[in-house]
């Protein structure tokens, strides 16, 4: 049996999936969060109302959020994934973990505001999708630190 196999470095298998997850969905994010931006700023004409202008304004700063939320989500997942049974970075993982849920929740809320606004139909699925991957990165993380004081048979600092 070769020491390089018995050595290899023990990662923990749902944060690296959570990871994998918060990063795709970042760049899904990302991609829609340019799209409103465009979008909103294509649709801008001088005939617009006040409240019209005020409501593209609110989707433009809306495509924003979305956009730095999915810059995020990919530092955060890449950085988790890549990192996942790593001692030095578990307290980076877990605020990570905790910022992604805020992010999820501040997306609940603006989900829940823009389908008012805009007109289109709630749902479920687009709400379910963050959280989810939230509350797996957060648990992923939970289990990181279990993981990484077991194997190194001490408290992190």
Do not use: W
């Not at 970075?89 to 849920?101: D, E, M, Q, R, V």
Request: net charge neutral.
């Amino acid at each position: 049996m070769d020491n390089n196999t018995s050595n290899k470095e023990k990662r923990q298998p749902v944060l690296t999936a959570a990871g994998v997850l918060a990063a795709l969905a970042g760049l899904v994010l990302l991609y829609f969060g340019f799209y409103m931006l465009m979008e909103t700023n294509m649709a801008i004409s001088p005939d617009m109302t006040e409240s019209e202008h005020m409501i593209a304004r609110y989707i433009s700063m809306a495509g924003i959020y979305l956009m730095v939320n999915g810059v995020f989500n990919v530092i955060a997942g890449f950085f988790g994934a890549v990192n996942s049974g790593a001692k030095d970075y578990t307290h980076k993982i877990t605020k990570y973990g905790y910022i992604i849920s805020g992010f999820s929740i501040c997306n609940v809320i603006l989900l829940s505001v823009l389908t008012d606004v805009i007109g289109n139909r709630f749902s479920m699925f687009t709400v379910m999708v963050p959280i989810t991957i939230s509350v797996m990165y957060c648990i992923g993380a939970f289990l990181n630190t279990r993981l990484v004081k077991k194997k190194y048979g001490e408290d992190l600092e």
